[in-house]
């Protein structure tokens, strides 16, 4: 079955960085964009930013532009979430999800992923 495992979130001080990875298996991660999403307590699940299946494109939602980048190896069926000068906004439980697809799309809502990852905690202290 397909399996998506968050690890790398943990408790930083603001101004810090984290990099998360997410391992795929199960599937052909090379036809999988892969996003990653984020839930703060109280509030609902929003995107943060997604990577096209080879890599070539990625996209950011505003609030992480700048200070969040997203890669990937195919070959470790890998995703990483490198997070910058994280502030305490950025705590939340993170989670990378994956989608099936032959092209590239802005992959920003929920309902476009086929599988999601149990999710790691990040905690920015100020």
């Known amino acids: 079955q397909v399996q998506l495992v968050e690890s790398g979130g943990g408790l930083v001080q603001a101004g810090g960085s984290l990099r998360l990875s997410c391992v795929a298996s199960?599937?052909?991660?090379?036809?999988?964009?892969m996003g990653w999403f984020r839930q703060a307590p109280g509030k609902e699940r929003e995107f943060v930013g997604a990577?096209?299946?080879?890599?070539?494109?990625?996209t950011y939602a505003d609030s992480v532009k700048g200070r969040f980048t997203i890669s990937r190896d195919n070959a470790k069926n890998t995703v990483y979430l490198q997070m910058n000068s994280l502030k305490p906004e950025d705590t939340a439980v993170y989670y990378c999800a994956a989608r099936a697809t032959a092209g590239w799309g802005t992959f920003a809502n929920t309902y476009d992923y086929h599988y999601w990852g149990q999710g790691t905690q990040v905690t920015v202290s100020s």
């Open positions: 990577i096209s299946r080879s890599g070539g494109h990625t």
């Open positions: 199960g599937l052909t991660f090379s036809n999988y964009a």
